[in-house]
């Protein structure tokens, strides 16, 4: 089991630019979630999907966007990117109706908006 | 959401038993006490979770207050893979799906 994988691994954009990150989730899992993690903070929620919908959504701005394909992997699409936006961008999938249990993380994307 | 609170950081010689705390005097009922940790230049990896009595597993304890206002979690043996950052999340138990809010958390330091 290859857990959450995660792509690209670094990425380097310039303000203004659009970006597309891609997640592929635990094998059996039907919910990805994503999360922004800024340097020396905790990670901060910016959506889920499940079933190709986006169910919850966190305090983060339209600029903000996603998808889920039918076999459940997702992408995270970020339009006129800030210099703010950079960060490590976090896949964590789960099992919707176990929504209680744990969720597991992929190893990120680290994005630098220069 | 429930908030929770936790020291910014904490020491332990390896091979001691570590106590990470946490207070969460807001939870509700319906709240489960997770704890994920998150190793240097990885994403948070699950660690435990309960909701009302003691919980043991291959990588942790976790003794939960009878009040439920704070819970610890418990390292056994600390080794110098356990340093980390341990975040203490509350999680609504209901159906469908949830978010997890992530504080601060605790940064682990392990001294050889």
């Known amino acids: 089991d290859a857990g959450v994988t995660q792509s690209p691994t670094h990425l380097i954009k310039t303000r203004g630019q659009q970006v597309t990150l891609r997640c592929s989730p635990k094998?059996?899992?039907?919910?990805v979630s994503w999360y922004q993690q800024a340097l020396g903070q905790g990670p901060q929620f910016i959506f889920q999907?499940?079933?190709?919908?986006?169910?919850q959504r966190g305090n983060f701005p339209d600029r903000f966007s996603g998808h889920q394909f039918p076999n459940y992997s997702s992408e995270l699409n970020v339009n006129a990117l800030l210099l703010g936006d950079s960060a490590l961008y976090l896949c964590?999938?789960?099992?919707?109706?176990?929504?209680?249990?744990?969720?597991?993380f992929g190893p990120g994307t680290r994005l630098t908006v220069t | 959401d429930a908030k929770t609170t936790q020291p910014n950081s904490m020491e332990s010689n390896e091979e001691e038993p570590v106590h990470l705390p946490c207070n969460h005097s807001?939870?509700?009922?319906?709240?489960?006490i997770h704890w994920y940790r998150q190793l240097p230049s990885q994403g948070p990896e699950y660690v435990i979770h309960?909701?009302?009595s003691n919980v043991n597993n291959r990588m942790a304890s976790l003794a939960i207050a009878e009040d439920r206002k704070s819970s610890t979690l418990i390292l056994h043996r600390a080794t110098l893979r356990d340093a980390a950052v341990y975040y203490c999340?509350?999680?609504?138990?209901?159906?469908?799906?949830?978010?997890?809010?992530f504080g601060k958390g605790t940064k682990l330091s392990v001294i050889p």
């Open positions: 094998s059996g899992h039907d919910t």
């Open positions: 999340i509350l999680v609504y138990s209901g159906a469908g799906s949830y978010q997890l809010t």
């Open positions: 807001t939870i509700s009922g319906t709240d489960y």
């Open positions: 999907y499940y079933e190709e919908e986006e169910r």
């Open positions: 309960g909701l009302t």
């Open positions: 964590a999938s789960s099992f919707y109706a176990r929504s209680s249990y744990e969720q597991y």
